[in-house]
């Protein structure tokens, strides 16, 4: 890209409120789970909130949050689960407007990266489920949108032309490489919102089901050089702008990942890293 025209990417972690990440060093002894976030910020200008998954998401929790992180900061906020995998049929309209009310202030600040819809490997590209997602991504309109799809049906050029007709996001992971999993893929359908979501290649622990063992991965030098080189790097040069974000947060290795693909990545992109960024 020539000069003045860099993607300006944020690099940061699925989550930040860990116990175990004070156990492994990367936050100080005695850290209160309160204080996660404003430390969190001197080091990353992104996260992934998750929590919003198991529960609807309230403004004034929101607005807590705020307070702790510069106003450069930027939140991705996952959609709740029972508009992705506890689906009822008759209620998920009014969960949406719920849903919005929650993330309102992220909104009015400009603080919001995007809203993740992650669907679950069991939601099969079928006719039903096609009208489910567009109804679903018709009722968020408006809101920056980042879908993440786990099942390899959905691995369509129609699937990516209808989502870049609609200016939303596909989520490009990178997961074990198990059968019936969505694959890795450079495919870019929004140019001012790159989602990349690292999960971590732990085959074992991705079959067992448990989260613990899911995302317990740390990557080599050699494997996020890789991976910079065959689906990153193309990615960002088709890009404005970005959101990237490590999953494997056992034992703090998302940090530790997430810094060493800053560094990878230095001078290649505009990043944004800490509360100092523009």
């Known amino acids: 890209m020539s000069e003045g025209s860099a993607c300006r990417l944020r690099i940061g972690t699925s989550g930040y409120s860990y116990a175990e990440w004070t156990e492994a060093g990367f936050y100080p002894p005695g850290t209160p789970a309160g204080h996660m976030l404003s430390r969190y910020a001197r080091r990353f200008s992104t996260t992934e909130l998750n929590f919003t998954w198991y529960q609807m998401p309230k403004a004034d929790a929101l607005r807590r949050m705020q307070a702790q992180v510069p106003d450069s900061f930027r939140f991705a906020v996952k959609l709740t689960r029972t508009m992705t995998h506890e689906i009822d049929p008759d209620a998920w309209p009014d969960q949406v407007r719920a849903f919005r009310d929650g993330i309102a202030p992220l909104v009015l600040a400009g603080q919001l990266a995007a809203v993740l819809v992650q669907l679950p490997p069991s939601f099969r590209r079928s006719p039903d489920n096609r009208r489910y997602l567009a109804r679903l991504l018709d009722a968020l309109g408006g809101l920056p949108l980042a879908v993440e ?19 939303i996001a596909l989520v490009a992971v990178d997961v074990p490489d198990l059968p019936g999993l969505f694959p890795p893929t450079d495919v870019v359908t929004q140019p001012d919102l790159l989602y990349v979501r690292l999960h971590g290649r732990n085959a074992r622990g991705w079959r067992s089901g448990k989260m613990h063992q899911q995302f317990d991965y740390d990557y080599t030098d050699d494997e996020l050089q890789e991976w910079i080189e065959t689906r990153l790097r193309p990615m960002i040069r088709r890009s404005r702008a970005g959101v990237v974000y490590f999953n494997n947060h056992v034992r703090a290795q998302a940090p530790r990942n997430a810094e060493r693909l800053m560094a990878l990545l230095a001078g290649e992109v505009e990043a944004w890293s800490g509360p100092s960024s523009t």
Do not use: P, Q
């Open 149 to 167: 799809l786990r099942h390899a049906s959905w691995a369509a050029d129609k699937v990516f032309a209808d989502f870049e007709a609609r200016g």
